[in-house]
């Protein structure tokens, strides 16, 4: 497959995700006349690589995100799909990135120190699905799924709650799940402590699983010996152990091997890299800090 081959089918996978009214907003932050806009979403559903090019371009993620100062028609972008808002974030952090040779790193709750690795999440972001995946990632966070399992003891039956972003309730359900399952399971959890780790970090490093470390790696079966778990480590340094060994679970038990298999192998060994992007992604984008480390020069 071509790079131009590739592109097309990413681009086609965001489309999978935006809607036409997502698309008009796209090309209205592009300031295109409304009356060419129909013929403009008719041509990026035609050529969905397009969809990346317009996502790069710096005009389009700053009125998306509303970074353009005194900009008075925000309400434009207020109904756009989650997707598309996480989707620009995406893109302008890899921008950024770009252009500054260090992110800011959490060293503990609250305390950040630049650390010199952006060619590092550069090279990675340079891979268009990798952008994709952050963005369905995130995007996939929007609603929080939950549900009740029961599962039969020696006592009976027991009710047990489970969400998709408490990764100690969430892997209780392999103990249940049938054996197709069960690669979905792992992937989610693999999900969650990326989610966790990128997108709130403070909270991980004061939570983290501690000792309930051990019982986790029982649960999933990620550890050979319960040595090698790291209970003494801080939260993100959990989660990215764990978050790698849960990717590559789901990927080695997919019951086919897919494009998305694949993606989720690589993603086990580029876990740190993930989870970095999402860092600066939350602090520039989501939740935005006072911080000047990206600060564009004085004029």
Not at 137 to 151: E, P
Not at 179 to 186: R, T, V
Not at 244 to 255: L, N
Not at 264 to 291: C, K, M
């Amino acid at each position: 497959m071509s790079s131009e081959d590739d592109l097309d089918v990413v681009g086609s996978a965001y489309l999978e995700h935006l809607t036409d009214a997502d698309l008009t907003v796209l090309l209205s932050a592009e300031d295109v006349p409304a009356a060419a806009r129909d013929r403009r979403v008719a041509a990026l559903r035609a050529q969905p690589a397009l969809v990346l090019d317009v996502l790069d371009r710096q005009r389009t993620t700053e009125q998306l995100l509303n970074l353009v100062a005194g900009q008075a028609d925000a309400e434009r972008f207020a109904f756009v799909s989650p997707f598309l808002v996480f989707a620009a974030a995406v893109h302008r952090t890899a921008a950024d990135l770009a252009t500054h040779s260090y992110r800011v790193e959490r060293t503990g709750t609250r305390m950040r120190v630049p650390v010199f690795d952006s060619a590092n999440l550069t090279a990675y972001l340079d891979k268009p699905w990798h952008r994709l995946f952050l963005a369905e990632l995130l995007a996939s966070y929007a609603r929080i799924s939950s549900g009740v399992t029961w599962t039969r003891t020696r006592q009976g039956w027991r009710r047990r709650r489970w969400n998709d972003l408490d990764p100690m309730r969430l892997a209780v359900l392999l103990e249940a799940a049938p054996e197709p399952e069960k690669a979905g399971i792992w992937r989610r959890l693999g999900d969650a402590a990326l989610f966790l780790g990128g997108v709130f970090p403070d909270h991980a490093l004061r939570s983290g699983l501690g000792a309930d470390a051990s019982r986790m790696a029982r649960l999933t079966g990620v550890a050979e010996s319960l040595d090698d778990v790291p209970v003494d480590a801080d939260g993100l340094a959990q989660l990215e152990w764990f978050g790698a060994r849960w990717y590559r679970m789901a990927a080695e038990r997919a019951v086919f091997a897919t494009t998305a298999s694949r993606l989720l192998r690589d993603q086990s060994e580029h876990f740190r890299q993930a989870r970095g992007i999402l860092n600066t992604t939350a602090d520039r984008y989501l939740f935005p800090v006072s911080s000047d480390w990206f600060a564009p020069p004085a004029a």
